[in-house]
């Protein structure tokens, strides 16, 4: 520092605490003794006393303040829940086909987490705050994640929604290399309606569409199929299972598709209840307590690889996030933001996800690649451009 800056210094630090120091003293006087040379000659210490300054008040109080304001927001509770980067799970090591050859790959097949916290032990404000502060994490208010459900039960439905994909998973990928998978399910289940739609006054989330215009409906693929070629405005007579006895009639029109398209839809989102496949040998896949859909793309990805010679992903880390439907379609996510960190700090090298939301991952990757895809199909494009040998499959029922 200059001397400069060091009176300026001095200046400053005087003025907030002032050092009063009494003048040197003369010599004794009487003294035969000459007085000591001005160079040589210098006064004892100086007698400090401390001055009162009116900032220490205001640094006081807001020092009490700040600490206030943490400890409740430490306590408080807040009605929010924080979206986190999670995990990035190799495939490999969980899935398992006990009896049939297995393949390794140089690469790896990541499926990505999020890490949801306010679930079940909800945070506090300053946890949530911090939460807006990171760029890498999202909040969310707690019933638009939760939907009025307690933590336990929502994580009960989310175990409930891996295991269902983790059976999708298996069906569509052995339905690619060829084998025959029987599907059997009791109807579709509502999850959701469009607002506005004539389903959103005569469906509730929780009914069963057991059959459409008098056709039956076992697989929600079947409510779909039943739909094809009807028209915007055209009128549908549904069966519907609300744990009666029997079936209640329900007379609801369909909608345009909101995106665009030239499809009539119903304007609710349905999965089939009690879904199960036929596969013709086990597949094992343990995710642990992993829970969510999300995982469907990577474990249909994983479970090809798995079962075929060669390297699927060219010998590359790549990640990906997205549901996988039984007809092969990706379904989107949430917290593509958080998973994309989370494929960042695995290494990887691509990352897949849906369609509809590769610009929101994209922010958030750097320099990672990021692929948008609909479907099994274009997932496995992907791969292909990095050098992986998804053209080259074995597709007649094995390896």
């Known amino acids: 520092m200059t001397r400069g800056g060091l009176r300026r210094l001095g200046a400053v630090w005087q003025a907030l605490w002032p050092v009063h120091a009494p003048e040197p003293s003369a010599p004794p006087t009487g003294s035969s003794q000459p007085p000591p040379s001005p160079d040589l000659w210098m006064p004892g210490p100086p007698q400090v006393r401390l001055g009162w300054h009116p900032i220490w008040s205001v640094l006081g109080v ?12 430490a306590v408080v509770r807040a009605p929010y829940v924080v979206f986190a980067p999670g995990s990035a799970i190799d495939t490999e090591p969980i899935i398992s086909t006990p009896g049939t050859e297995a393949f390794e790959d ?67 990928a ?13 109807g ?8 506005g739609s004539p389903a959103a006054t005569d469906l509730r989330p929780g009914d069963v569409i057991v059959a459409v215009d008098g056709t039956d409906i076992d697989l929600d693929s079947q409510l779909r199929g039943e ?11 549904l069966s519907v299972d609300r744990g009666g006895s029997e079936p209640v009639d329900v007379t609801t029109r369909l909608i345009a598709d ?7 839809l119903l304007g609710v989102s349905v999965f089939t209840r009690d879904l199960s496949f036929d596969l013709p040998f086990t597949v094992r896949i343990d995710t642990n307590d992993v829970g969510g859909p999300s995982a469907g793309l990577a474990l249909t990805l994983g479970l090809i690889d798995h079962l075929t010679p060669g390297s699927l992903t060219g010998g590359q880390v790549i990640a990906t996030t997205g549901t ?39 922010a958030h990757a750097g320099d990672v690649t990021v692929v948008g895809v609909a479907t099994l199909d274009d997932a496995l494009e992907a791969l292909t451009d990095i050098g992986g040998n998804a053209d080259e499959l074995d597709r007649d029922g094995g390896p």
């Open 188 to 195: 579709a289940v509502v999850t959701s309606t469009v607002p």
């Open 324 to 362: 996988m439907d039984p007809d092969g379609r990706v379904g989107v996510v949430g917290g593509v933001a958080q998973k994309a960190a989370a494929a960042i700090g695995a290494g990887a090298r691509l990352i897949l996800v849906p369609e509809s939301e590769a610009d929101e991952a994209r």
């Open 62 to 73: 807001a020092l009490l303040l700040s600490t206030a304001v943490i400890a409740i927001g």
């Open 258 to 264: 909101p995106d665009g398209s030239d499809r009539a």
């Open 227 to 237: 739909l094809d070629g009807r028209e915007p405005g055209d009128q549908v007579a």
């Open 106 to 172: 140089d690469g790896e097949v990541l499926f990505l987490t999020v890490s949801l916290r306010g679930a079940s032990q909800r945070v506090g404000y300053g946890e949530a705050a911090l939460g807006w502060l990171r760029g890498d994490e999202d909040v969310f208010p707690r019933d638009a994640i939760l939907g009025g459900q307690t933590g336990d039960e929502s994580r009960e439905q989310s175990l409930q929604e891996m295991t269902v994909s983790q059976e999708v998973a298996a069906k569509v």
């Open 174 to 186: 052995l339905e690619h290399l060829g084998y025959e998978v029987a599907s059997r399910g009791r």
